[in-house]
C-alpha cells in the first residue's frame, strides 16, 4: 500500500479474481479520506456500490439455499429483471435499509434447515420507501423519506415514534429543513455525503429523561434513527454522526479493520462501561466527527451576526472535550494489538485528523472554514444500535 492509488482491499472495483466474480477495494487515497472522516461523496458512492454487490449476493444464496421456494423464485426473477431493465428501480430496492438484515435471517434460517417466510422480497418489490422530502438549500438537495410507520423497521435500540400524525410529520419536515440548512451553510462537504448516503430517517422516542438519542444499525446503511430535538443544531450534529457510523460500518464489509470482538475490552472516555476493539472503533471514528463539527460551530458562531456568546463558548467547550475523549480512544486504539494491518492505517490516519484539529485557543490545521466536520452526539443523548454499541 505505498501508492496512493493502491487498494487497500484485494482488487478495487470492476476488477475481477481469480473465480471471475467482480471485486470491490478502496484504493489509498479514499481509504484516509475516509479514515479522516472527509471522503464525502465519492467515496459514499465507492461504499454504496460495495452494499449493492453484497445484497445482490444475499438474494442469490438465498436463491441457492431455498429452490423450492416458488413465491421466491418468482420475485428474484422479478429483481433480476429490474437490473437489466430499470437501474435505478433496482438500487432502490437493494438498497432499502431493512432488506439487508432480512435477507441474512433468511439466508442463516434457510441454511439451518429451518421454514423460513421468503415472501419479504415480493414485498420490497411491491412497497417503496414512503414519499420523499425535498428539501434544498442554496442550490444542494436531500431528499429522504421518513420511516414513521414501515412493517420492517428494524430494532435501533430505542423505541421507534410512530406512526406519526399529520402534524408531527410536518413539525419533522420543518426541523429537518432547518438541519439542513445548517450542514449546507456549514458543514457543505458533510451535507453532501448525508446527501448522497442517507435516504431513510426513522423518527424515534427521546430518551425517558426527555434527553435526544440518536442510532445507526450495522446492517442498515442508508438510514438514520433520532428523536426530534428542540435545537436543529442538535438534529444536524445526529445526523452527521449517526451517517459516520452507516459509513464505517459499509467501509468494515470491504476492508476488515479489526480482529472480531473477543473477551477483551477498554476505556472508552465518553462511558463508563469498557467496550471491545470494534466498539471503541466505532464511537472513536463518529466522535472525530463530533468534535470537528462543534468546532466549526463555534467558529461560526463568532463570525454570525445574531449568535450568542453562548452559542460559541458552548461549541468551544464540546470541540475541546471531543477532541481529547477522541484523541485517547484513537490512542487506545493503536496499542490494543487488535487491529489489522489495514486498521492500524485507518486509525493512525483517524488520530491525525484529530490533532489536526488543534488544541484549546487554537484553530486546527484540518479545520476549513465551512466547518467540514462529520457529527456526532450532543451532550446528554445517546447512541445505540451501531453492532456492539461505541
Known sequence: MAGTGEAVAAGVPGARGADGLPRHGVDRA????????????????????????????????????????????????????LQRDDRERWEEVLLRPELDAWAADCLRGATAGEDVALDG???????????????????????PSIDHAGPRRLDYGRPPAGPLSFSELALWERRLAEAW???????????????????????????????????????????????????????????????????????????????????????????????????????????????????????????RAGAGAGDAVRAHEESVRWRAHTLAAGETLLGCGELTVAGLEFTAELVR???????????????????????????????GGVGPGE
Not at 40 to 65: D, H, I, N, P
Open 30 to 81: 479514499t481509504f484516509r479520506a475516509i479514515a479522516g472522516a472527509r471522503g464525502g461523496a465519492e467515496a459514499v458512492r465507492l461504499l454504496r456500490a460495495g452494499q449493492l454487490s453484497k445484497r445482490a449476493l444475499l438474494l442469490l444464496a438465498l436463491r441457492r439455499a431455498a429452490p423450492g421456494h416458488d413465491g421466491y423464485r418468482e420475485a428474484y426473477a422479478r429483481v433480476r429483471a
Open 121 to 143: 422480497l415480493g414485498e420490497f418489490l411491491r412497497s417503496g420507501p414512503g414519499p420523499a422530502l425535498a428539501l434544498e438549500c442554496e442550490g444542494l438537495r436531500w431528499s
Open 181 to 303: 440548512s445548517i450542514l449546507v451553510r456549514r458543514h457543505p462537504r458533510h451535507a453532501r455525503a448525508v446527501a448522497a448516503c442517507v435516504a431513510t430517517v426513522v423518527p424515534l422516542r427521546p430518551a425517558p429523561g426527555g434527553e435526544a438519542v440518536s442510532a445507526a444499525a450495522r446492517r442498515a446503511y442508508g438510514a438514520v434513527a433520532a428523536s426530534l430535538p428542540g435545537d436543529p443544531v442538535l438534529l444536524a450534529l445526529a445526523l452527521v454522526h449517526e451517517f459516520l457510523h452507516v459509513q464505517l460500518g459499509a467501509l468494515l464489509d470491504l476492508v476488515p479493520l479489526h480482529r472480531p470482538n473477543g473477551a477483551a475490552v477498554y476505556h472508552a472516555p465518553w462511558r463508563p462501561d469498557p467496550r471491545p476493539a470494534g466498539a471503541l472503533l466505532q464511537g472513536a471514528y463518529a466522535h472525530l466527527g463530533v468534535a470537528d463539527f462543534w468546532r466549526a460551530e463555534a467558529q461560526a458562531a463568532a463570525g
Open 353 to 383: 485528523a484529530v490533532r489536526e484539529l488543534g488544541g484549546p485557543g487554537e484553530r486546527g490545521r484540518g479545520s476549513e472554514p465551512e466547518g467540514a466536520g462529520p457529527g456526532g452526539r450532543a451532550r446528554g443523548s445517546r447512541s
